[in-house]
């Protein structure tokens, strides 16, 4: 078994509870019955409360990744009529971007640096557009967008909001009804801190009201809208995920809510940011999440060398940049099962890989 | 947990081995670094020689189940320009049907009954095909083709021979040289006794050739192969089962290779087949693999019946089969973790159904 003795702080996978594990070591179940049903009814429920989803809302459990959520969602949600704006921060907004010029989606390219578009009426381009879609934490550079003024917006204009909620759900807020939200992409192996493999789209009956036949068995949501009815789907689901998720699910719940969870997340992501102030180290964006941390060396060091020198030496694993920005930022991630002392690791590998005494 | 001390006899999810549990059980190692290329590298290369693939074949591994398998591999090598010939003995030689309708293949609906196809040079619609499109096992019947006859056949007409092998591989024997296959779909729950999650597509050289651009990201096997020459794949994997895919392969080495697991699969399928003798219960088809057996009562009793009988009375799970023939037939898988001495559980709990004292 590869890096079992590593400490990880990358942002997917990331670290999972005893609880969630030993789950994994269970004999899969089989699923065609209502036993199984209930499991997914039980996801659906305590996901749609966790997002304060409008009566009416359905969750598809599509087995895939993430990619796979936030493509079917363009799919079966816009058309050539549409004209989506698509906000671009880095790399997971040009994969939107990507997915509507693959499915021939009309779309502006909204390139954004520096802002969390508070402003976004000033700064979006004045245009016709039908839908807004935008990864609410762009992961590649750890940049979090306000929501809230992004569904203002949305909602001014008569657009379909569609938020990536994939790398902040759990972390950081996200309220469907407050943010005027209309479909939100979550994932399994981030915030939710379970194995890859399940992905999750919730609908509001604004959304519901708005899919489309699609030339797609795999991720024809009506399709699993009509099998959800009866907790079920159309095709083999992750089972073993699935009963991680719902067994998660509970234990946030159990653990004071998804406010509990939040609150641990920012007090995590804070004490690092903190314990780090005496290092060469500047962090990237004014804009940060709870579940992550960008940093960047200002001693002119390679941020790629760093990765390297932590995993050699520390056994410990952050997550280095794609392209362009390898040798200029890293990332430490605070999602899942994250304590200021398992935090520690990181914080005084840091220290000692520059030589520093931590104050 | 459900159903954790149920006997397990459904064909997927299957028995999985206490070795490839454990690693579920583990903590989801970051993946991005050459570390975990190995991994896929060893799924790959011992797969490619499991199922004898010609030399230069590669596998696309897919985070989703297996009708993904079975759409993307349509999706990525035919056209319109394309007549596909597809097999069509149930449930799942359907859903091809559907999968090239849903995707304007020009296709003809083959459908077959009471014949592995032996004799397809007589069978076949005399008509222009370029491709030959069939389940190895038409798991909704139980049904295993010759797919020696279909290669020849295909080869001879220069087809692309693409082959579902997704409810047959491991149990019954599958040689892509030996019988002309161009392009395999194989799937984590079945034979391969894993958490459903996987799916893997198998391409010799020639199905490479052949690859079409697609509208597509999920789906683009361009970008697999581009990542999967160093050991990548363009979206987050499902890592654990890949770790759990790894194992399972060296363990099938490790037991006497695939003709060793072959041949265990048949021994329990015969011993089941021929303990169950007395009871009044009749093999559903001459083409049987050694997957699967497909029981039809003979003394008028619901089928369905049976099944919950077994699950309420027995802890024991069978599985029944769907729409017209829910009444008429139930399936006992043999694949997975299979023993005769775990086969007894369901042998003996059927005798006691029936009030037959077992011979």
Redesign the interface.
């Known amino acids: ?4 003795d ?1 400490a ?1 702080f ?1 942002p ?2 990331v ?2 509870s005893e609880e969630i ?12 019955n209502s ?2 049903s209930d ?1 997914a009814f039980s996801c659906e429920n305590n996901l749609l409360e966790m997002v304060n989803a409008p009566e009416g809302s359905k969750v598809i459990f599509l ?6 959520g936030m ?2 969602a363009v799919m079966n949600l816009l058309t050539e009529n549409d004209n989506a704006l698509v906000v671009n921060g880095g790399g997971f907004g040009q ?1 939107f971007v ?2 509507c010029a ?3 989606i009309p779309h502006t390219n909204f390139k954004v640096k520096d802002t969390n578009l508070t402003e976004i009426e000033n700064l979006a381009p004045d245009e016709n557009h039908t839908a807004l879609v935008v990864n609410a934490h762009e992961t590649s550079v750890g940049h979090l967008y306000n929501l809230d003024a992004m569904g203002e917006y949305a909602a001014k204009n008569k657009m379909l909001y569609i938020v990536d909620a994939i790398s902040m759900l759990v972390t950081d807020p996200l309220d469907m009804q407050q943010s005027k939200i209309d479909v939100v992409i979550a ?1 399994s ?1 981030k915030g939710l801190a379970l ?4 992905t999750m789209v919730i609908l509001t009956p604004k959304a519901i009201e708005k899919l489309q036949d699609i ?4 991720f024809n949501f009506k399709d699993y809208l009509k099998n959800g009815e009866r907790g079920q789907t ?8 699935m ?1 991680q998720l719902e067994a998660r699910l509970n234990q946030i719940k159990k653990r004071g809510g998804i406010e509990q969870s939040i609150a641990n997340a920012k007090e995590v992501a804070d004490y690092f940011r903190e314990s780090i102030k005496a290092l060469p180290l500047k962090e990237y964006t004014p804009y940060m999440p709870n579940a992550m941390t960008t940093l960047t060396p200002t001693d002119g060091k390679s941020a790629m060398e760093i990765v390297n020198a932590l995993e050699a030496d520390y056994k410990v ?1 952050v ?1 280095p940049n794609g392209g362009a920005e390898r040798e200029l930022v890293f990332r430490v991630s605070h999602m899942g099962e994250m304590t200021k002392t398992y935090t520690d690791i990181v914080i005084n590998a840091l220290h000692d890989y520059y030589g520093v005494t931590r104050a």
Chains 1, 2 share one sequence.
């Open positions: 078994m590869i890096f079992e590593y990880i990358t997917g996978p670290k999972m594990l030993q789950i994994g070591a269970k004999q899969t179940p089989y699923f065609r036993e199984f499991v087995t895939a990744s993430g990619t796979a493509e079917s994969r990507d997915i693959t499915h021939k994932s192996q194995p890859p493999g399940l030339n797609s068995l795999y159309p095709y083999t689901p992750a089972v073993t995920i009963l694993m997550c």
